[in-house]
């Protein structure tokens, strides 16, 4: 053994030991800060650990066998009497168990040291096969301590018509809170309903899925403004952070800033360089300029609908007059403009107007994240290349990662593709950035009810009315589920409610669909008409004439039936001249010919909005299933009934169910034919 240390001594193995074993450690300490710099897997750091530790006994053996001469490297090394030494055995195994002892004093360091045998963890965790699963026993998701929530900025100013400033100022701080990767940041939707200042802070956490809470107040007098604000720790409710900003409006880019980079450095978030250059940007020097903007930011969140977007786009317009090199508001013009476009009303005026909006956007400031998501969406919305606006808003989750918008816009645009399953997913990650808006709850059941998962969708949106009790589309919605699997009983229970109290007019399908399976249309007919006397934009007043006219018929009042069909068909051509490129006025036309008897112009209308959605895997599905049930109507069982099997294996928009082509009477000429009566046993 004497001779064992000797030799270690005099090799060198101890001093090359301990020189790896530092070196190695800041190897390690670099490996973590670019694994957190750059995002990387936890794997990264897991794979130089590993190489680290198989390096060691390599070095071990070497430094035994061979020493670094002024000579150069020599395998043997001289004795003390002078003579050369080979290596023996006993020296092999010796060098072996050092490196063997070393590597485990190494694992050992590196392993975590509270961490249990799995055997003893999965036995004392595990339940019992037969045995329900508790709450408890539920795996609940990990909470990161890097999250935060916003809550809406108390108003302080005695002028009460700023309210808007703090409802916007909330939103710009989030929005550069949203630019730092390595911060969970939750959605002003999910906040925009809570108290400023609320009891249950803990529970409100919880809800949200975030660690820390901010809370603030705004006060504005003049061209001063006061921002004060305060970041809690919602489990302990104790302060980590606060302060007062004194400032003179025209420096509050600067105090959003700051605020962005003191919570992530209280809460340990990296700010990436560019982290830091995009949430430090001053947008515009106009203080009139930056009010409209805010004021169309507000108009925009608060009225999700084509009034709002129209009123917020003139609030944005305002704004880019004031200051003609406010980039973000050309970009938020651009991107109300194309939701203006999509929501019927695709003319070629309003087509331009989103582009002059975007291409101005784009000529002053590109790469910002603002612009490229509003490019995205005239992408989507106008110019119907889904593709490419799938691109577009990768790029933005990338610059934006807790931005929800992009990934509520990739599950949108992934529909449109046929990518349910990607489309899915997009969802359920908005949601956690979001959790409490109700309208995500109902996207996610509208993919579910495409790919005909209805019992999950049934839960879902469950759920959603729990946030959002009344919703009459949610409420629509869980109708055309439990339609569906074939609960009209219950269905008819849901929509008891709308047709009681003058429904909104999204409704009306769900209703329509419940009378035709059931068979049964006054009440239906009753619910529509009241929609009717409402005051409606013309495609809807168009859409509501062509259902009674259905319902009249399918009642026996072939008249009734007919006034309707014809104040259908003078609107839906009226549209069709203002929105050519719209193919809802194509197939509502289409329809209206189908029930007219003249099934040459319902299917040449229906073959135009076909070609117009050729690009929409979805809507261009829903329009062949509006082909195939005018095939039926007519008796076309040889181009009907193929249709109807390829169909019921796909996935889109309002898909085809069994329920349908049992109950619904446009089927009624396919009955008896085996075919037909062969798709209903499968």
Same mark, same amino acid.
């Given at each position: 053994?004497?001779?064992?240390?000797?030799?270690?001594?005099?090799?060198?193995?101890?001093?090359?030991?301990?020189?790896?074993?530092?070196?190695?450690?800041?190897?390690?300490?670099?490996?973590?800060?670019?694994?957190?710099?750059?995002?990387?897997?936890?794997?990264?750091?897991?794979?130089?650990?590993?190489?680290?530790?198989?390096?060691?006994?390599?070095?071990?053996?070497?430094?035994?066998?061979?020493?670094?001469?002024?000579?150069?490297?020599?395998?043997?090394?001289?004795?003390?009497?002078?003579?050369?030494?080979?290596?023996?055995?006993?020296?092999?195994?010796?060098?072996?168990?050092?490196?063997?002892?070393?590597?485990?004093?190494?694992?050992?360091?590196?392993?975590?040291?509270?961490?249990?045998?799995?055997?003893?963890?999965?036995?004392?965790?595990?339940?019992?096969?037969?045995?329900?699963?508790?709450?408890?026993?539920?795996?609940?998701?990990?909470?990161?301590? #890097?999250?935060? &929530?916003? @809550?809406?900025?108390?108003? +302080? *100013?005695?002028?009460? $018509? !700023?309210?808007?400033?703090?409802?916007?100022?909330?939103?710009?701080?989030?929005?550069?809170?949203?630019?730092?990767?390595?911060?969970?940041?939750?959605?002003?939707?999910?906040?925009?309903?809570?108290?400023?200042?609320?009891?249950?802070?803990?529970?409100?956490?919880?809800?949200?899925?975030?660690?820390?809470?901010?809370?603030?107040?705004?006060?504005?007098?003049?061209?001063?403004?006061?921002?004060?604000?305060?970041?809690?720790?919602?489990?302990?409710?104790?302060?980590?952070?606060?302060?007062?900003?004194?400032?003179?409006?025209?420096?509050?880019?600067?105090?959003?800033?700051?605020?962005?980079?003191?919570?992530?450095?209280?809460?340990?978030?990296?700010?990436?360089?560019?982290?830091?250059?995009?949430?430090?940007?001053?947008?515009?020097?106009?203080?009139? #300029?930056?009010? &409209?903007? @805010?004021?169309?930011?507000? +108009? *925009?969140?608060?009225? $999700? !609908?084509?009034?709002?977007?129209?009123?917020?786009?003139?609030?944005?317009?305002?704004?880019?007059?004031?200051?003609?090199?406010?980039?973000?508001?050309?970009?938020?013009?651009?991107?109300?403009?194309?939701?203006?476009?999509?929501?019927?009303?695709?003319?070629?005026?309003?087509?331009?107007?989103?582009?002059?909006?975007?291409?101005?956007?784009?000529?002053?400031?590109?790469?910002?994240?603002?612009?490229?998501?509003?490019?995205?969406?005239?992408?989507?919305?106008?110019?119907?290349?889904?593709?490419?606006?799938?691109?577009?808003?990768?790029?933005?989750?990338?610059?934006?990662?807790?931005?929800?918008?992009?990934?509520?816009?990739?599950?949108?645009?992934?529909?449109?593709?046929?990518?349910?399953?990607?489309?899915?997913?997009?969802?359920?990650?908005?949601?956690?950035?979001?959790?409490?808006?109700?309208?995500?709850?109902?996207?996610?059941?509208?993919?579910?009810?495409?790919?005909?998962?209805?019992?999950?969708?049934?839960?879902?949106?469950?759920?959603?009315?729990?946030?959002?009790?009344?919703?009459?589309?949610?409420?629509?919605?869980?109708?055309?589920?439990?339609?569906?699997?074939?609960?009209?009983?219950?269905?008819?229970?849901?929509?008891?409610?709308?047709?009681?109290?003058?429904?909104?007019?999204?409704?009306?399908?769900?209703?329509?669909?419940?009378?035709?399976?059931?068979?049964?249309?006054?009440?239906?007919?009753?619910?529509?008409?009241?929609?009717?006397?409402?005051?409606?934009?013309?495609?809807?007043?168009?859409?509501?004439?062509?259902?009674?006219?259905?319902?009249?018929?399918?009642?026996?009042?072939?008249?009734?039936?007919?006034?309707?069909?014809?104040?259908?068909?003078?609107?839906?051509?009226?549209?069709?001249?203002?929105?050519?490129?719209?193919?809802?006025?194509?197939?509502?036309?289409?329809?209206?010919?189908?029930?007219?008897?003249?099934?040459?112009?319902?299917?040449?209308?229906?073959?135009?909005?076909?070609?117009?959605?050729?690009?929409?895997?979805?809507?261009?599905?829903?329009?062949?299933?509006?082909?195939?049930?005018?095939?039926?109507?007519?008796?076309?069982?040889?181009?009907?009934?193929?249709?109807?099997?390829?169909?019921?294996?796909?996935?889109?928009?309002?898909?085809?169910?069994?329920?349908?082509?049992?109950?619904?009477?446009?089927?009624?000429?396919?009955?008896?034919?085996?075919?037909?009566?062969?798709?209903?046993?499968?």
């Amino acid at each position: 053994m004497q001779r064992f240390i000797s030799e270690l001594q005099r090799r060198k193995v101890l001093r090359i030991a301990s020189g790896y074993v530092v070196a190695g450690w800041i190897i390690l300490q670099v490996a973590l800060s670019l694994q957190t710099a750059l995002k990387l897997p936890d794997s990264f750091s897991t794979i130089i650990v590993a190489l680290l530790t198989m390096g060691f006994p390599a070095a071990l053996v070497a430094s035994w066998f061979f020493e670094i001469t002024p000579e150069g490297i020599k395998r043997t090394v001289p004795s003390a009497g002078g003579a050369m030494i080979k290596p023996q055995t006993t020296d092999i195994i010796l060098a072996g168990m050092l490196a063997l002892v070393v590597v485990i004093a190494l694992a050992q360091f590196f392993m975590p040291a509270n961490r249990e045998p799995l055997e003893a963890s999965a036995t004392a965790e595990a339940p019992k096969p037969d045995a329900p699963e508790t709450e408890a026993q539920k795996p609940q998701p990990s909470i990161p301590e #890097a999250s935060v &929530a916003v @809550l809406p900025f108390e108003n +302080l *100013s005695s002028e009460k $018509d !700023s309210a808007f400033f703090a409802v916007g100022i909330q939103d710009e701080i989030l929005t550069r809170l949203a630019k730092i990767g390595s911060l969970k940041v939750i959605s002003r939707t999910s906040t925009s309903h809570l108290s400023s200042r609320p009891d249950n802070l803990k529970e409100i956490a919880r809800q949200l899925g975030v660690a820390n809470i901010l809370e603030g107040s705004i006060q504005r007098q003049g061209g001063n403004v006061r921002v004060n604000v305060q970041l809690i720790k919602a489990s302990t409710d104790g302060h980590l952070w606060a302060e007062i900003y004194d400032r003179k409006l025209d420096n509050i880019f600067a105090v959003q800033s700051e605020i962005a980079i003191a919570i992530a450095n209280t809460l340990s978030a990296t700010v990436t360089g560019a982290e830091k250059r995009s949430i430090s940007a001053t947008p515009t020097t106009n203080t009139d #300029a930056y009010d &409209a903007y @805010l004021r169309g930011l507000t +108009l *925009s969140r608060q009225n $999700d !609908s084509l009034a709002g977007y129209m009123q917020a786009a003139k609030s944005f317009r305002d704004a880019v007059r004031l200051d003609p090199d406010f980039t973000i508001a050309w970009a938020a013009l651009a991107w109300n403009e194309a939701l203006v476009y999509f929501n019927n009303e695709q003319t070629d005026a309003q087509r331009d107007a989103a582009h002059t909006a975007l291409e101005t956007a784009l000529r002053l400031q590109s790469e910002i994240a603002e612009v490229q998501l509003a490019k995205g969406f005239y992408q989507y919305y106008v110019e119907l290349d889904y593709a490419a606006a799938r691109t577009q808003f990768e790029k933005v989750r990338a610059k934006w990662p807790s931005n929800y918008e992009s990934l509520r816009a990739l599950a949108l645009v992934e529909r449109r593709l046929g990518r349910w399953e990607e489309s899915k997913s997009h969802i359920e990650q908005a949601i956690s950035l979001d959790p409490l808006r109700a309208d995500l709850h109902w996207l996610l059941t509208g993919v579910l009810v495409s790919m005909r998962d209805f019992e999950p969708a049934l839960r879902i949106v469950d759920s959603a009315l729990n946030l959002s009790p009344g919703d009459v589309e949610l409420i629509s919605m869980k109708a055309r589920i439990l339609q569906s699997l074939g609960r009209l009983d219950e269905a008819e229970i849901v929509l008891k409610p709308l047709l009681q109290s003058r429904p909104e007019n999204q409704a009306y399908d769900s209703i329509v669909r419940q009378a035709v399976l059931q068979r049964q249309y006054g009440v239906a007919i009753t619910a529509l008409q009241a929609m009717l006397d409402q005051k409606s934009d013309k495609l809807t007043t168009a859409n509501l004439n062509l259902q009674l006219g259905r319902l009249h018929a399918l009642s026996g009042d072939a008249k009734g039936g007919a006034e309707h069909f014809e104040q259908a068909r003078t609107l839906y051509l009226v549209e069709m001249k203002r929105q050519p490129k719209n193919p809802t006025p194509l197939v509502g036309l289409a329809w209206t010919f189908c029930f007219l008897v003249d099934r040459e112009n319902a299917l040449k209308h229906v073959e135009k909005a076909i070609g117009i959605a050729a690009k929409d895997v979805s809507q261009r599905l829903d329009h062949e299933e509006t082909r195939m049930r005018i095939w039926a109507y007519f008796g076309g069982r040889d181009r009907a009934i193929p249709e109807i099997a390829r169909l019921l294996k796909l996935s889109y928009f309002g898909p085809l169910t069994k329920v349908d082509l049992r109950l619904d009477p446009i089927y009624d000429k396919l009955r008896g034919d085996p075919r037909f009566e062969a798709l209903l046993k499968e």
